[in-house]
């Protein structure tokens, strides 16, 4: 058998060999087949999408069919007729009536300290004690004095009735008498010095006992007892506070001034409560006492002052409290809880409930007072309205009433 050739084997190809092209593969069949598996793909996706929407759609009717026919438990209240209050809120600062930093009068060594701090003192009560020696000194020395002056003008009141016989029998001249009643005289205006310098003995006498001034709760003492003290000493002995009555210094709109002082210029007291700091809690009641000749054009706020007895110091100055001043009582009011009113975009509402079914009711808003509104127009006395579980509620749904529990605002709540 022959062997084949190496050129048999390996053909040599020419040049017009290179420049003939190769047969082509059959690439437009694969192409198709492509298409035909995206086509697929696609159409089960958006069958399976169709499939989902619809099973949404499907639950969200059901669940809508199921909330058409649930019964919503809610908390109703009737609407009420009453008296609602018209207040003015504010935060006050409680400021004493007095405030009187007791100082002495004189110079001397403080011997005693009469009082206890913090204690309350009545007008008039000793509270400290310097040395009297020195002005009892001084006292006894003006006294000297006026005895000694009174002396002379006894002899000079002789002389001059002497004078005045021999004057008469014109023994002496009238120049020498005249003299002598001069003397009368100076010695007449010299005792009245003396006693004036003993009346400002006595009177320096008192200074050494020092008394309150006004009634009132005492501070912390400035100086111990030993100690020197004088007159122009800057902080004195101890500040008396005036508590009983006390006042509370308050802010108010200037918007608010008109009606405040159109009720003070009729002549009505004004009542003033004053809360803690949370406001839940009533310290004390007042009245209002005055308002200020000027309004702060900085915050566009009027100061008012108003005055309270304070008989249980539940008030203290410096301290921050809550004020409502009552401006006047409307009567007849129709009112519902706070918690009833709800908002929409067609305004304020409320839902009433009439044959256990919820119906929306649009309501015009009075005043809101605390917890309570009043209604101008909108509701009728004895209407219930909900007052808990109303985001649950849409116009015609089936409700049941339930007690309220906790703090929740009980069914019939007044003002």
Known sequence: ???????????????????????????????????????????????????????????????????????????????????????????????????????????????????REGQFVNRGDLLAEIDPRPYQVQLE???????????????????????????????????????????????????????????????????????????????????????????????????????QPITVLFSIPEDNLQPVLKRLRSGATLPVDAYDRNGAKKLATGTLLTVDNQIDPNTGTSKLKAVFNNGANTLFPNQFVNIRLLLETRHDALIIPAAALQTGPQGSFVYVITDKTAHVRPVTVGITQGTNISIDEGLKPGDEVVVDGADKLTEGMKVGVRQPEGNEIPKGTHA
């Open 1 to 115: 058998m022959e062997t084949p050739s190496v050129l048999e084997r390996h053909p040599v190809r020419t040049p017009e060999d290179r420049f003939t092209p190769e047969p082509k593969q059959p690439k437009r069949r694969l192409r198709w087949l492509w298409l035909v598996v995206l086509a697929g793909l696609g159409y089960g996706a958006y069958r399976g999408y169709q499939f989902e929407a619809q099973k949404q759609a499907d639950a969200a009717a059901l669940a809508a069919a199921r909330r058409a026919h649930q019964t919503i438990s809610v908390v109703v209240t009737p609407a009420h007729l009453g008296n609602m209050p018209v207040e003015l809120q504010s935060l006050g600062t409680v400021t004493a009536f007095q405030t009187v930093t007791v100082k002495t009068r004189i110079d001397g060594q403080l011997t005693h300290i009469a009082f």
């Open 141 to 243: 020395q003006a006294e000297g004095q006026l005895a000694r002056d009174e002396a002379q003008l006894k002899d000079a009141q002789a002389n001059l009735n002497r004078y005045k016989a021999l004057y008469a029998d014109q023994v002496i001249a009238k120049q020498q008498l005249d003299t002598q009643a001069s003397t009368v005289a100076q010695f007449g205006g010299a005792i009245q010095a003396d006693q004036a310098q003993i009346n400002n003995a006595k009177l320096q006498l008192t200074y050494c006992k020092i008394t309150a001034p006004i009634s009132g709760r005492v501070g912390l003492r400035q100086v111990d007892a030993g100690n020197m003290i004088h007159a122009t000493d800057p902080t004195g002995i101890v500040v008396i506070t005036q508590l």
